[in-house]
Structures are given as C-alpha cells and as structure tokens.
C-alpha cells in the first residue's frame, strides 16, 4: 500500500511539474509565468526602481546621452547618424519591443506562428495583399539610399543589441503570456511598419459594393446617390486657387466597367472616425506675431499607443515629436525652425481589376488582346502546433489576386473581390523613409517642397510652419493619373484603357503657401474644388470638421496657443446644425407628448454641442442614426452582400430638397410615406431605445454616459486596457472620438525664435502594463490638457524636468 501510495504522489507530481511546463490553448506554461525569480512579477516597475545610468553597447561608434524627462521621454544626443539612430532604435526596444514585433507580425502574416489556426484568416488575407511583396519592393528602394540605408541598419543594430539583453526575467510580459521569444530585427520589419500605414490610411475599397450597387439600380439611380462632389465641401486648397501649369492629357473615361459575378468575401468596413486634422495660422493671425502649427491624427487607440515620442539631436539635426515604434526618424513634429504635420488624402490609390483566365488552372488571362502568364508566388505560413501552410498567389500586370474562391476567405479593410487583381500604390517601390529623413533637418519652405519629392505613400496633407513665418501646406503622395471616377467600380482587368496611365507630377500636386486667408488646413476633406484639371478621388471624408476648421480660423484674431488647443477639442457638430432644423421642421412636435414633446423642444434650443453634459446630443446620434437605416436598410443591407448605403450629406441633401421622395416610402405599406413619416417613426423609435437601454429620460441620457469606451490592450489582454472614458465630441466634430478611434496624438507648435511645443499620447511612453508610465498621460488626454514637450538645445542643459540621465558607451 505505501508503494502505491508512493508510486500515486511521484505520478502526481510529473504530472504537475509537466503541467506547469506547457500551455494549454491560451494560457501560458504557468510555471514559468509564476515563477517569482522570471516570471510576470519580474516585469513590475515601482517607483523605487533606480533609473540605470551607464551602459555598455558594442556597435556604438562614440558615447550618447539619453535624457529621460518626467514623462520618461528619452532626449538623444549623438555625435553621428549612426549612433543617433542606433540609440533611437535601442530606446524604442526597450519600451515598445513587443508591439513592434507584433504589428510587423500582423503586416507580414505571421501572427500564426504565435497564436495559431484563429490568426490564418488574417494573416493569408496579408499575404494575398501583397505586404510581403510590397514590404521587399520597399525595402530595396530604401536601400539604394545611402542615408535611409544607414538609419535603418543602425536602428535595427540598436533593437537587437537591447534583444541581446534579454532574458527570461527582463522578457516583456507579452511574450511570457504568449510563451515565444523575440527574433532578430530585420531592416524588412521597418518596411512592413509602411506597409501597415498604407493599408490602415489606403488600404480601403469601395468597388465591389459600388459595382454591385450599379448592377442592382442602374446608372442614373447609383450616380445620383454617390455623386462625385459631396455638397457643402470646403476643400483643402482654398477654391478659387488658380492652377498655374499646363495639365497633362489623360485618357477619356473607359466605359467597361465590371461588376463582379463570382463570389464575394465580406471583410470589416472602413471606419468612419478615421482621419485626422492639421492647420498652420499665419504670424499676422496669431498674439506673438509668430506662425503656430496644429496637427492631431485620428487613429486606432490602443495600449501601447500608435506612436512614440522621442528627441533626436546630432550635427544637423536637432528634432521633436512621434516617431513609429520599429523605424526611425520623427513623422510628425518639429525641429529649430520648421515644424510639420499629417492628415490622410485618402487619394483613389487602389483598384480592382475583373481577371478573365483562360481555363479552370489560372495560369494564363486576357490582357491587352492576348494570353498572358501569371507569375505564381508561394507564401509559406508557419502555424503554432499545426503543419505549415503554403498558399500560391497568382500575380498579373495589375497586380495579385487576393480571392480565388471562398476557400482563401479572410479579413481585411474592405469588401474583397473575388477572382480580381489588385492595382495598390503600396506595391510600388517608394522610400518615404527619405522624405522623413529630410524633414527633420529642413531649415526652410524650399527644403521641406524638397523632401516631399520623395514620398509615395499613403497620400498625406503635409501642413508647414517655419521660423521664417511662412505656412503651407501640399497634397503629397504618387497620385495616379486617371480619368474621372476611374476605379468607382470594379475595372476591366484586360483593358488597358483602364490601367494607371502613371502619376500627377510633384510640381502639379495641390499646394499652397502663405494664402491671403492667413492659414492653412485640412480634416480628410476634398483636396480641391471642381476646377482642379486631376482626379484624386470621388469620396473623401465627410465636410464637417474640415469646414468648421475653416470657419473658426477665418473668424479668429490674436490666436494662442491655448486657442488652438480649445480649437482641437471644440465639439459643436456641424451636421447637427445643417440637417437637425430642416428634421424638426420637417417632422413638427403635432402628436408628441410628455417626454417626447420635451425632447424635441431642448433639441430647438440646442447649441449643436457634443459636450459630456448634453442629452440633446445623445438623441440626435440615435435619431439620425434610425433615420438614415430606416431609409437605405431596405436596399443597401442584404446579410453579407456587399452594398455600399448613400453617405450621410448626400441623404441631409435628399430630406431638404426631396422630402416627397421615393426613397422615403416603404413598399411594403399601402401608403406612400415621405421624409416627415420616416422621421417620425425613426424619432419615436430611437426615444424608446434610449429609455429602454438607459432608463428614464434624465442624467443617464448624457452623452458622457451615453458615449462611454476603452482603450484596449493590442492583443485584447482584459486589465492592460482603460475603461470607461469619457470625452466631448463625436464623428462629425473636430475633436473627433469614437469607440477605439480619436486623436493619437495631439500637437500645437509655436514657431518663435525658440520654438514653443506642446502635445500629448493617450498613454503613456512605456509598452509596459506594470510601468509608471504606461498609462500616466491618459488623463490628461481625456480633460483636453495639453502639456508642454521638453525641447534641449544641448545635453548640458539643464531642466527640473530631467529625472534621469542614461550614457551609452562604446
């Protein structure tokens, strides 16, 4: 009996310790993510944690000085590129080293290897697009620049001496809960980062629900509810500019459009939200007399942020701002005499083109009056625990054939085609690692109209200020040259009067500088009025906050830096002031009783304003929103198939000039139902909605209550997020926030003899959950405070702000 009992505990304990060794689905080997000498504990800093200040690095060339602030944001300083770089990358590492591996991960199709068959989908959609493919057509084009070659090696030379470091205990939590180990970092890795912006700012489509759309209503009916132009646009170049050069011919417009017959994947849709603001004011505008820049993109909120804030300085160099985690350079910022922003163009950059192949094998298509081979391309996908995958991808002269047939189904930003080739900018070779280069040591308007030469993509509005007191800003990017609403619909892929018939020159782009209206600005909004002799896209982001931009601009006077920051966190709604009148004079309060009936009279007297406190605001989303569906669901929502619904302006236009509409009635009634019909079961529908999920009406009706969202960990780790933020504004408002989207970085720069900054993350430097300043700047993101940047000429001066100093020697 002792022997089986014996036998019975040895058995129970190999069990365990195996058991403590492995991982089990999700859950990582919980003996070593326990363990208290490596495991989780390990990754806590505590306040008593003493900052290391001297370190040893081979690679180095000579000794740098990081200056840590009370933010923890590293201030370099380097006596070469070289080791400038090698820094930047070695700091980055050491704060942000997993969600640099990860998102190279996700833009490689890689994320298989980590998680597993739940990240295939994903990761075959990546592949498909051509990220690989295009990540290496980049990476050889940054190569060929002996500057952009240099920051990058140097950059990867200092991730991987601060990789070389680590060890079980100092591993960042991420890969203990994931149980893998960092790789080496490639110069490619940087690439990918690229690839992964044109795909969030450029990936998009609309064609194949816009093709279907036309096939189910016909020309007359689609063109009318998707017109070229949205009405109420106030463009980024001012109207009414005029086009100094002699444009180029290009091709009449091609009737041989395609809609897809085959089978179509439904993927997640672009995201409204998603974009940014930028303005420059002139010095004759501004209380100091000196040019002031704001700039605050719109993207994903996530933990840790998208960006990562860092000081440069070397001979030559001296500049401040966010930087991508995994590449070098400042992207958005400001150096000792300019200063510099982004928004998206959301230029027409991508296209689909209807493949026909000469038989069931897919090896040939009809292209330009004969067969044509495809070039055949095998993407290997490791996969945790399983056998590797190897997936072939057919590539034409448009490009490759993302779906073949359901089989290869995935996700991605858009409504994917099947049995289409894809004609994406990102594919192209392009270095705008060279344009980010020469931007942080510009000096003047002519060095930054310079640097811009060499960007690519994804098309950006680059707004400027300088010390010289000149602002402007220019429509960047490789801008196809292409008729009139070419690539509305799926294209003709073996003709080729719908190919590319190349770029709009650099020269020929849309730019301004120093306009008489003092300032310049873009929100995503249309590049140009109707007089521009090029297309660049037959959509952009809705007018709203672009014109209300605009409008505040041209109305202020003796502008500071505390007006620019209350302008990037106004929250009036200027869709609520165009439609709302024309909705309630249109419905009138006739049958509306109690709580309805007082609704609708605070909704009167609103001042359109998306404050925390405002229940009018809470019910004009929901009301507009049950509006808009109860009018386009019918036709636009059929399960998955894919059918693009008319945007918002171009259904205010239908309720204000064509209440009696056919759009508005229900076929399925006897009666013929017009505008006030639909708003007022839409109203009464969204008054019981609000009541029945919040109660009665009252303080739980705000809209801080109403609005309420988090922030998210990267990998959706519950307790590394933040819940329950509150913020003013909505979609349509310059401080545009909604659920898991908002300004990522907020930035105002004056433009004195010494350059004035301030700006916030929603988070903090650190990528770790048990960090100080993994979340410290949260909250002063979310009450609209906007802190002053430490900006040091030198590494001896000196500043209370400095908590600590690191040297890393040769």
Same mark, same amino acid.
Request: glycine residues 8%.
């Given at each position: 009996?002792?022997?089986?009992?014996?036998?019975?505990?040895?058995?129970?304990?190999?069990?365990?310790? !195996?058991?403590?060794?492995?991982?089990?689905?999700?859950?990582?080997?919980?003996?070593?993510?326990?363990?208290?000498?490596?495991?989780?504990?390990?990754?806590?800093?505590?306040?008593?944690?003493?900052?290391?200040?001297?370190?040893?690095?081979?690679?180095?060339?000579?000794?740098?000085?990081?200056?840590?602030?009370? /933010?923890?944001?590293?201030?370099?300083?380097?006596?070469?590129?070289?080791?400038?770089?090698?820094?930047?990358?070695?700091?980055?590492?050491?704060?942000?080293?997993?969600?640099?591996?990860?998102?190279?991960?996700?833009?490689?199709?890689?994320? %298989?290897?980590?998680?597993?068959?739940?990240?295939?989908?994903?990761?075959?959609?990546?592949?498909?697009?051509?990220?690989?493919?295009?990540?290496?057509?980049?990476?050889?084009?940054?190569?060929?620049?002996?500057?952009? #070659?240099?920051?990058?090696?140097?950059?990867?030379?200092?991730?991987? @001496?601060?990789?070389?470091?680590?060890?079980?205990?100092?591993?960042?939590?991420?890969?203990?809960?994931?149980?893998?180990?960092?790789?080496?970092?490639?110069?490619?890795?940087?690439? =990918?980062?690229?690839?992964?912006?044109?795909?969030?700012?450029?990936?998009?489509?609309?064609?194949?629900?816009?093709?279907?759309?036309?096939?189910?209503?016909?020309?007359?009916?689609?063109?009318?509810?998707?017109?070229?132009?949205?009405?109420?646009?106030?463009?980024?170049?001012?109207?009414?500019?005029?086009?100094?050069?002699?444009?180029?011919?290009?091709?009449?417009?091609?009737?041989?459009?395609?809609?897809?017959?085959?089978?179509?994947?439904?993927?997640?849709?672009?995201?409204?939200?998603?974009?940014?603001?930028?303005?420059?004011?002139?010095?004759?505008?501004?209380?100091?007399?000196?040019?002031?820049?704001?700039?605050?993109?719109?993207?994903?909120?996530?933990?840790?942020?998208?960006?990562?804030?860092?000081?440069?300085?070397?001979?030559?160099?001296?500049?401040?701002?966010?930087?991508?985690?995994? $590449?070098?350079?400042?992207?958005?910022? =400001?150096?000792?005499?300019?200063?510099?922003?982004?928004?998206?163009?959301?230029?027409?950059?991508?296209?689909?083109?209807?493949?026909?192949?000469?038989?069931?094998?897919?090896?040939?298509?009809?292209?330009?009056?004969?067969?044509?081979?495809?070039?055949? #391309?095998?993407?290997?996908?490791?996969?945790?625990?399983?056998?590797?995958?190897?997936?072939?991808?057919?590539?034409?002269?448009?490009?490759?054939?993302?779906?073949?047939?359901?089989?290869?189904?995935?996700?991605?930003?858009?409504?994917?085609?099947?049995?289409? $080739?894809?004609?994406?900018?990102?594919?192209?070779?392009?270095?705008?690692?060279?344009?980010?280069?020469?931007?942080?040591?510009? /000096?003047?308007?002519?060095?930054? #109209?310079?640097?811009?030469?060499?960007?690519?993509?994804? $098309?950006?509005?680059?707004?400027?200020?300088?010390?010289?007191?000149?602002?402007?800003?220019?429509?960047?990017?490789?801008?196809?040259?292409?008729?009139?609403?070419?690539?509305?619909?799926?294209?003709?892929?073996?003709?080729?009067?719908?190919?590319?018939?190349?770029?709009?020159?650099?020269?020929?782009?849309?730019?301004?500088?120093?306009?008489?209206?003092?300032?310049?600005?873009?929100?995503?909004?249309? %590049?140009?009025?109707?007089?521009?002799?090029?297309?660049?896209? !037959? /959509?952009?982001?809705?007018?709203?906050?672009?014109?209300?931009?605009?409008?505040?601009?041209?109305?202020?006077?003796?502008?500071?830096?505390?007006?620019?920051?209350?302008?990037?966190?106004?929250?009036?709604?200027?869709?609520?002031?165009?439609?709302?009148?024309?909705?309630?004079?249109?419905?009138?309060?006739?049958?509306?009783?109690?709580?309805?009936?007082?609704?609708?009279?605070?909704?009167?007297?609103?001042?359109?304003?998306?404050?925390?406190?405002?229940?009018?605001?809470?019910?004009?989303?929901?009301?507009?929103?049950?509006?808009?569906?109860?009018?386009?669901?019918?036709?636009?929502?059929?399960?998955?198939?894919?059918?693009?619904?008319?945007?918002?302006? /171009?259904? @205010?236009?239908?309720?204000?000039?064509?209440?009696?509409?056919?759009? =508005?009635?229900?076929?399925?009634?006897?009666?013929?139902?017009?505008? $006030?019909?639909?708003?007022?079961?839409?109203?009464?529908?969204?008054?019981?909605?609000?009541?029945?999920?919040?109660?009665?009406?009252?303080?739980?009706?705000?809209?801080?209550?109403?609005?309420?969202?988090?922030?998210?960990?990267?990998?959706?780790?519950?307790?590394?997020?933040?819940?329950?933020? @509150?913020?003013?504004?909505?979609?349509?408002?310059?401080?545009?926030?909604?659920?898991?989207?908002?300004?990522?970085?907020?930035?105002?720069?004056?433009?004195?003899?010494?350059?004035?900054?301030?700006?916030?993350?929603?988070?903090?430097?650190?990528?770790?959950?048990?960090?100080?300043?993994?979340?410290?700047?949260?909250?002063? !993101?979310?009450?609209?405070?906007?802190?002053?940047?430490? =900006?040091?000429?030198?590494?001896?001066?000196?500043?209370?702000?400095?908590?600590?100093?690191?040297?890393?020697?040769?």
């Amino acid at each position: 009996m002792k022997t089986i009992k014996t036998l019975c505990c040895l058995v129970a304990t190999i069990c365990l310790i !195996w058991a403590m060794q492995t991982k089990f689905g999700n859950i990582p080997p919980l003996g070593k993510f326990l363990n208290p000498v490596s495991g989780f504990w390990q990754n806590a800093e505590g306040p008593g944690t003493p900052p290391l200040t001297s370190l040893k690095l081979s690679g180095l060339k000579n000794s740098v000085t990081i200056k840590f602030d009370d /933010r923890r944001i590293p201030h370099i300083f380097a006596t070469n590129n070289h080791d400038l770089y090698f820094a930047q990358g070695y700091i980055t590492a050491r704060d942000r080293l997993w969600q640099m591996d990860l998102e190279v991960r996700s833009a490689a199709g890689r994320l %298989s290897e980590i998680i597993g068959q739940a990240a295939l989908p994903t990761d075959l959609y990546h592949r498909r697009m051509g990220m690989v493919f295009a990540a290496e057509n980049t990476l050889k084009e940054i190569m060929k620049d002996p500057d952009s #070659r240099l920051a990058i090696n140097a950059y990867c030379a200092g991730v991987n @001496a601060y990789i070389r470091q680590l060890n079980t205990k100092n591993l960042p939590i991420e890969y203990k809960l994931l149980d893998y180990n960092p790789e080496e970092w490639r110069p490619i890795n940087s690439a =990918f980062l690229l690839k992964l912006m044109s795909e969030t700012l450029a990936g998009s489509s609309n064609e194949l629900a816009m093709s279907e759309t036309l096939q189910r209503l016909g020309w007359q009916k689609t063109e009318d509810l998707f017109p070229n132009r949205q009405s109420g646009d106030d463009p980024v170049i001012p109207a009414g500019t005029p086009w100094n050069f002699k444009a180029l011919k290009v091709p009449e417009r091609t009737t041989s459009t395609s809609p897809n017959t085959g089978i179509s994947m439904l993927t997640k849709p672009k995201i409204e939200g998603i974009g940014s603001n930028n303005w420059a004011v002139a010095g004759s505008k501004t209380q100091s007399g000196f040019p002031i820049l704001a700039n605050d993109p719109h993207l994903n909120l996530t933990y840790p942020s998208i960006w990562y804030q860092v000081q440069t300085t070397a001979p030559g160099i001296n500049a401040n701002g966010v930087s991508f985690p995994g $590449a070098p350079f400042i992207i958005i910022g =400001f150096n000792n005499c300019i200063s510099w922003g982004l928004t998206n163009v959301d230029a027409d950059v991508l296209d689909w083109y209807k493949i026909r192949f000469r038989d069931k094998t897919r090896n040939q298509y009809w292209y330009n009056g004969k067969w044509c081979n495809v070039i055949k #391309r095998l993407e290997t996908i490791r996969i945790r625990g399983q056998q590797t995958l190897t997936d072939t991808v057919r590539y034409t002269v448009h490009g490759p054939i993302v779906y073949d047939n359901l089989s290869a189904s995935g996700t991605g930003p858009n409504f994917v085609p099947a049995g289409s $080739a894809l004609r994406w900018i990102a594919h192209d070779p392009s270095n705008e690692f060279k344009t980010f280069y020469m931007l942080n040591r510009a /000096r003047s308007y002519a060095d930054y #109209r310079n640097a811009l030469t060499f960007y690519t993509a994804p $098309a950006q509005n680059f707004v400027f200020a300088s010390t010289s007191k000149d602002v402007g800003i220019t429509v960047d990017g490789k801008i196809p040259l292409k008729n009139q609403g070419q690539g509305k619909y799926i294209l003709n892929g073996g003709d080729t009067a719908s190919n590319w018939h190349g770029f709009i020159p650099f020269n020929q782009l849309p730019a301004v500088k120093n306009p008489e209206r003092g300032f310049v600005s873009s929100a995503n909004q249309s %590049s140009t009025d109707n007089t521009y002799p090029y297309y660049i896209n !037959w /959509r952009f982001s809705g007018y709203e906050r672009g014109k209300r931009i605009n409008e505040r601009l041209a109305g202020m006077g003796k502008i500071t830096i505390d007006s620019m920051r209350m302008l990037q966190l106004d929250d009036y709604n200027l869709r609520a002031r165009d439609i709302l009148p024309s909705m309630l004079s249109t419905m009138t309060s006739t049958g509306l009783n109690d709580e309805p009936k007082l609704i609708y009279n605070k909704l009167s007297k609103w001042s359109y304003r998306y404050t925390l406190q405002s229940i009018e605001a809470s019910f004009f989303e929901r009301w507009w929103l049950k509006f808009y569906w109860s009018i386009w669901a019918r036709d636009f929502v059929h399960g998955t198939h894919p059918f693009y619904p008319p945007s918002a302006d /171009r259904t @205010a236009a239908l309720l204000i000039r064509q209440p009696n509409s056919s759009w =508005f009635d229900d076929p399925k009634t006897t009666n013929h139902e017009t505008a $006030a019909d639909v708003l007022r079961s839409s109203y009464l529908a969204a008054f019981h909605e609000l009541e029945a999920t919040y109660g009665k009406l009252g303080s739980a009706w705000q809209w801080g209550k109403v609005k309420k969202f988090e922030i998210r960990h990267l990998a959706g780790l519950e307790g590394f997020g933040s819940g329950n933020i @509150a913020t003013p504004g909505s979609a349509s408002t310059i401080n545009a926030i909604i659920d898991g989207h908002g300004p990522s970085w907020r930035m105002i720069v004056e433009m004195g003899p010494r350059v004035r900054a301030y700006g916030i993350l929603p988070g903090g430097e650190s990528g770790n959950p048990g960090s100080g300043f993994y979340d410290d700047m949260l909250s002063d !993101w979310e009450n609209g405070r906007l802190p002053e940047l430490l =900006f040091l000429s030198s590494p001896n001066e000196t500043s209370n702000r400095i908590i600590s100093t690191l040297t890393l020697n040769k």
